[in-house]
């Protein structure tokens, strides 16, 4: 039986809109000799502050293998830091029980992880393998530069009161902007969306995406092409 829990969370503002907004909270700092927000960075998503969120996602599901459902939550957050690499925040935190009563079990700084430069992020809870439990699902923009996005994509399932990548890669590539400075071979755009059906029958040997792809190599493909992928999954404890 494949079991999904997904919701992917709606920003307070599209990404083009807060590229603009990182410059005006530096600006408006050094206007007033302090940032407007000074968040520190906490491992606990929920402990950031009302103020500084961008966009917030809570889930519940049961992604550790005991009886009760865990609260997934994912929140991204203006840390009050002036410069690009640091003003944004992403934070991935699995807690025991509801988010009322919650206990904080295990918490990921993707920010922190990647040397910064991450916005954006989505959040789902799917049983990939079909045991009933669920793996985390986080897609997060990082690098962005003028004509290239890129969106990367982790699996991860709990392993010992922790959780483990089980496959990390780029679900969302575009470097066919007009202010991209890469040529030829370098420009691609492509889209990955985990096929859920096709990837639980492996029963957690292999994850496997639907590919759709508009560039590839520096060569337009009119109609774009969808095609399958699949890519070992790492997945302790899966059956």
């Known amino acids: 039986m494949i079991r999904l829990a997904m919701r992917s969370r709606i920003p ?15 600006i408006a700092g050094c206007l007033f000799g302090a940032s407007p927000l000074v968040v520190a960075r906490a491992l ?40 690009e690499r640091d ?41 990939l393998d079909g045991d009933g439990r669920n ?23 709990e392993s010992g009161g922790r959780f483990a990548i089980a496959w990390s890669g780029l679900m969302r590539l575009d470097t066919t902007g007009p202010d991209s400075v890469l040529q030829g071979p370098q420009r691609e755009r492509f889209t990955r969306q985990v096929d859920v059906e096709r990837t639980a029958r492996t029963h957690g ?19 774009p092409q969808t095609i399958e992928e699949s890519f070992p999954l790492a997945l302790p404890g899966s059956r």
Request: glycine content about 10%; hydrophobic content about 50%.
């Open 12 to 26: 307070l503002f599209p990404c083009h809109v807060r590229r603009m907004i990182l410059p005006a909270v530096a």
């Open 44 to 83: 606990d998503p929920l402990s950031v502050p009302q103020k500084a969120i961008i966009a917030k996602t809570l889930l519940q599901a049961d992604v550790t293998g005991g009886p009760e459902k865990e609260t997934v939550a994912l929140v991204e957050y203006l840390t009050g830091d002036r410069g």
């Open 87 to 127: 003003a944004v925040g992403l934070l991935l935190g699995v807690y025991d029980g509801a988010a009322e009563n919650r206990r904080l079990l295990w918490t990921r700084d993707y920010a922190a992880s990647l040397g910064g430069f991450v916005a954006g992020g989505e959040l789902a809870l799917l049983d």
């Open 135 to 157: 793996e985390i699902v986080v897609q997060f923009h990082h690098h962005d530069e003028p004509g290239a996005v890129r969106v990367v994509g982790e699996i991860l399932r």
């Open 205 to 223: 040997g292999m994850v496997v995406f639907k590919k759709k792809v508009w560039v590839a190599a520096g060569i337009p493909i009119d109609p």
